[in-house]
């Protein structure tokens, strides 16, 4: 395999990746700017892990994953800032970030919520390093986010090329593989479990041959390698070299499921509160389908107890069913979710977690009726397209089928989520002059 001349005034596309840094961390900082150098961290559902970490918290040795509890003398010692995740917020200032990112090329493909890439296809008249400099400038100006970005021939070395850019300083935050040398010198120095799309496992696997560095990857046979991980390594290996092989997807492809799950403030023991909880657990996945203009098949309902309580009776069930017609109806998967949890609820026993994941899943414009279907779908489509409009309007939740409940006792521990600055009115931050 050949190598490509990365010569910057021959290449006729480059990719860029733009990475949101500490983009949950960043987004607290915004609306909070006494919280600028000094440490800050995020965590999880229900306030157990660390999910996200200023750079002077990852300084602090905090890691990711990292329960809160076995943190909490440094967190206090070092008078460390912490937040429950508040998603809601995080989505609508990523939203944000794309947007402003949009303006500067008709191709992007949407990521993760804090990473997007961009293609410059066209750009070759114009200083790319210097326009990156501009994006990022920009970005931060409209939203308050600070980004890195990556410049290269291809995803996999825009990735790599980010990775420089977010942790070199020399840097500030933008680094461009333009050259055939900088490729070369910038693998050698990439460690290959670093390598998007490697894993730990590969890596693993690649070190017991002497495969350590990125640029070791890309010296090993072709034939070698697809052998061991498919074309997908393959694929890998020549995006390495140049050779563009992942293009952008301008929409992201639908998802082959969709889950969702949560665990309990407080554990449960009422079949009511937990059908409350299964009832819009199977509501949001609904919804999840509708705006991917898909349906689903199976529905799978699944509850355990808390796994580190030693002290109590543990318990897991789940109970999967496969609808009669695929549907993305609420009234419909909140009916069937409900049969599964009836199936596998058992008293008796205290419950940390719950949810349910729909399967099977087809577009919506081509349904396998059935000769025994007694449903009248026309108008459940038009009550769910109406139900869609009033919460996009008004708010989640505003319209909800009777099972989801009111009272929400089985809702998540968020002790100290910060407001939701953007999207709720009572929330909006007023300035007193």
């Known amino acids: 395999m050949g190598h490509c001349n990365l010569r910057y005034s021959q290449v006729l596309a480059m990719f860029a990746l733009a990475d949101c840094n500490n ?14 150098g000094k440490p800050v961290i995020v965590l999880s559902n229900n306030d157990g892990c660390v999910i996200a970490r ?12 990292e329960p809160a509890f076995k943190i909490k003398e440094l967190i206090e010692q070092h008078n460390v800032a912490v937040f429950s995740s508040n998603y809601t917020l995080y989505g609508d200032m990523s939203q944000r970030v794309m947007n402003t990112l949009a303006g500067f090329t008709p191709d992007i493909e949407i990521y993760s919520i804090d990473e997007a890439f961009l293609g410059f296809h066209g750009f070759s008249h ?42 070199q300083a020399q840097y500030q935050g933008v680094y461009m593989i333009a050259t055939e040398q900088q490729r070369i010198e910038t693998l050698k120095s990439f460690e290959i479990g670093e390598v998007w799309g490697i894993g730990r496992q590969y890596s693993k696997f690649l070190a017991r041959y002497g495969v350590n560095t990125a640029y070791d990857f890309t010296k090993m046979p072709a034939g070698w390698i697809k052998r061991h991980m498919s074309v997908v390594g393959l694929r890998t290996q020549k995006e ?14 639908p998802k082959k499921a969709i889950a969702t799950t949560r665990s309990f403030g407080e554990m449960q023991t009422d079949l009511g509160y937990l059908s409350e909880a299964v009832a819009s657990f199977a509501a949001s996945c609904a919804h999840k389908l509708r705006k991917q203009q898909s349906v689903a098949q199976i529905v799978m309902v699944f509850a355990h107890t808390n796994y580190f309580r030693n002290d109590l009776p543990q318990y897991s069930a789940s109970k999967t ?9 609420t009234i419909e998967l ?4 409900l049969i599964a949890l009836r199936a596998i609820y058992k008293p008796g026993f205290r419950y940390k977690k719950a949810g349910v994941i729909v399967s099977g899943i087809s577009t919506n414009q081509h349904i396998q009726t059935s000769l025994f279907d007694n449903i009248d779908r026309g108008k459940h489509n038009r009550l769910m397209v109406t139900i869609d409009k009033l919460n996009d309007k008004y708010g989640r939740h ?11 006792k089985w809702k998540l521990r968020q002790e100290r989520i910060s407001p939701m600055y953007t999207t709720r009115w009572d929330d909006i931050i007023t300035v007193k002059v």
């Open 321 to 329: 069913i496969a609808l009669p017609v695929p549907s993305n109806s």
């Open 126 to 167: 114009m200083d790319l390093v210097e326009y990156a400099r501009q994006i990022r400038k920009t970005t931060m100006r409209n939203t308050g986010i600070p980004i890195s970005l990556g410049l290269a021939p291809t995803k996999t070395l825009a990735k790599v090329a980010n990775h420089i850019a977010k942790k």
């Open 334 to 337: 909140v009916h069937y979710a």
């Open 398 to 408: 505003m319209v909800r089928v009777a099972a989801q409940g009111t009272g929400r």
């Open 240 to 253: 390495l070299l140049g050779i563009p092989c992942i293009d952008l997807e301008h929409a992201a492809p």
């Open 23 to 36: 983009f949950y961390a960043s987004c607290e900082r915004v609306f909070d700017p006494s919280l600028m």
């Open 54 to 65: 200023s750079n002077e918290a990852k300084a602090l040795g905090i890691k990711m994953g």
